[in-house]
């Protein structure tokens, strides 16, 4: 229990040294926007709109802490050594220590859960959620199973999204807890009614299913990044992207970066659990059910999640680590490397969360670099969610988000014949349309390793005059 408390603490610490200084992306930028009125229909497009978390996130400004971005990760931060140890307890009581302490270290101190704990996002809380309430439902067989339903019913609040984890799980407790159905099914509602009545009552009912209706369908066939979107990838890349996901930025697999000897470390001591598992005749019945609860959640991500952004894959890390885990401690030689492994994942861990927390992503640099050689007469800005920051940090600059890359087209063209000098960033809707009359003005970077989503950015100037290329749609 030592070696957990002190695991737990290492995963705090991650955390909190992956705190960056500014909000850095649209979804931070909303929630720092709902902490200061909470309006579900002005955080789109995201339904319906974090209400635990921001209510969490309230309570901690009302605390004392003024900074948005640390009253925004402190919650999940502050709760993960009590949902750490609630996860090795648990799920040493199901499947025995070293699974326990694989789920544990994983969990705790893999990087993948360490950039997006200390990012001002909603997964760092919902994981400490997630990891405590599956480790409830497993310690105490009498009233476990029906708080840790609760407690999944108010991870909702936080993250929708990860809806087929509770489902799977909930279907799981009620076959396994069939004289338990009712307190189980009363206990879940009763913790996603905590936060939907309040909104109901906040917000007209009839708009708010308009709101999730639109929400839905603009998820699925538009801006979500899903297999069903425009120019979507096919099922085998989005697995595969998945995966890239899962095993270099989630557990900081062999990338060719810093750290070289750690992750090398890493690669073969996650492959080796992985294989002594396979290759286990005596398997436990837990492996395959974690491995059943997880399938849900793995078809909702490679189908309709946004696979770029590798803070997706987090549900999946404590099943991974138990899996590593149950493979190391069959042997001697494998329970020597569990050390190992939390060392390793420390030692690439703490310079990604550092790089996180004092390198400015490119959405803030670009910000600070217009702000630094522009002023904000006679300049248009024709941007993507980056638009975002900009209305956070600089809302002097006139900032546009084009709904269509016709608008781009006629817009730009527009405002540069007018005399304005018209700016375009490469993520802006369209941006290829206009490519060509783009003079490159600056880029910008940040490593993938740490946040492979828009990790690159350009900006360039839109020159009205310019002669486009052959065969280039104006």
């Not at 789109?44 to 921001?54: E, Q, S, T």
């Not at 001697?332 to 190992?340: D, F, V």
């Not at 670009?366 to 975002?388: H, K, N, Y």
Request: with cysteine.
């Amino acid at each position: 229990m030592a070696a957990a408390l002190g695991i737990c603490l290492a995963g705090a610490a991650l955390r909190l040294a992956a705190v960056p200084r500014l909000l850095g992306d649209l979804d931070s930028v909303n929630f720092a926007r709902g902490l200061h009125g909470f309006d579900v229909f002005a955080q789109a497009p995201h339904f319906p709109g974090y209400p635990v978390l921001i209510a969490l996130s309230q309570l901690t400004r009302a605390l004392g802490v003024d900074n948005d971005v640390w009253a925004l990760a402190l919650p999940g931060i502050v709760l993960w050594p009590l949902a750490g140890m609630l996860l090795f307890a648990g799920v040493r009581r199901a499947a025995g220590q070293w699974p326990a302490f694989g789920a544990l270290i994983v969990s705790s101190v893999a990087p993948g859960v360490a950039i997006a704990g200390g990012w001002p996002c909603s997964e760092g809380l919902g994981l400490s959620i997630l990891c405590a309430a599956v480790g409830v439902m497993t310690l105490a067989p009498a009233w476990g199973p029906a708080a840790g339903t609760l407690a999944m019913g108010l991870m909702l609040g936080v993250r929708l999204s990860w809806w087929p984890v509770v489902a799977a799980v909930g279907v799981a407790l009620l076959w396994r807890h069939r004289d338990q159905s009712v307190r189980l099914l009363g206990a879940g509602a009763f913790g996603v009614l905590v936060w939907l009545l309040p909104m109901l009552v906040m917000f007209d009912p009839q708009q708010l299913l308009a709101l999730g209706q639109g929400f839905g369908h603009g998820h699925v066939f538009g801006w979500g990044g899903t297999a069903l979107g425009d120019g979507a990838a096919t099922l085998l890349q989005r697995g595969g992207d998945a995966l890239w996901a899962l095993w270099v930025v989630g557990l900081g697999g062999s990338h060719g970066g810093g750290s070289a000897v750690a992750e090398l470390c890493v690669s073969m001591i996650a492959a080796g659990g992985f294989a002594l598992v396979a290759a286990s005749r005596d398997r436990d019945r837990w492996v395959a059910g974690a491995l059943l609860v997880c399938v849900p959640y793995a078809i909702w991500l490679v189908g309709f999640q946004n696979v770029s952004k590798a803070r997706h894959v987090l549900p999946l890390l404590p099943v991974v680590g138990a899996l590593i885990g149950a493979g190391l401690g069959g042997s001697r030689a494998g329970r020597m490397a569990m050390p190992l492994l939390a060392v390793a994942l420390c030692a690439i861990s703490t310079p990604r969360a550092l790089t996180q927390a004092n390198h400015a992503v490119p959405a803030v640099a670009l910000a600070r670099w217009v702000t630094d050689t522009r002023a904000p007469e006679g300049l248009m800005i024709f941007a993507g969610q980056e638009a975002r920051v900009f209305e956070r940090y600089a809302p002097m600059y006139r900032v546009v988000r084009p709904d269509s890359a016709e608008v781009l087209v006629k817009e730009t063209r527009r405002f540069a014949a007018m005399g304005v000098e018209v700016l375009v960033t490469s993520s802006a809707p369209g941006y290829e349309r206009v490519a060509d009359r783009v003079t490159p003005a600056r880029s910008f970077s940040f490593p993938d390793s740490v946040r492979p989503h828009a990790s690159e950015l350009s900006v360039g100037r839109f020159e009205v005059a310019a002669v486009p290329q052959p065969g280039a749609v104006l």
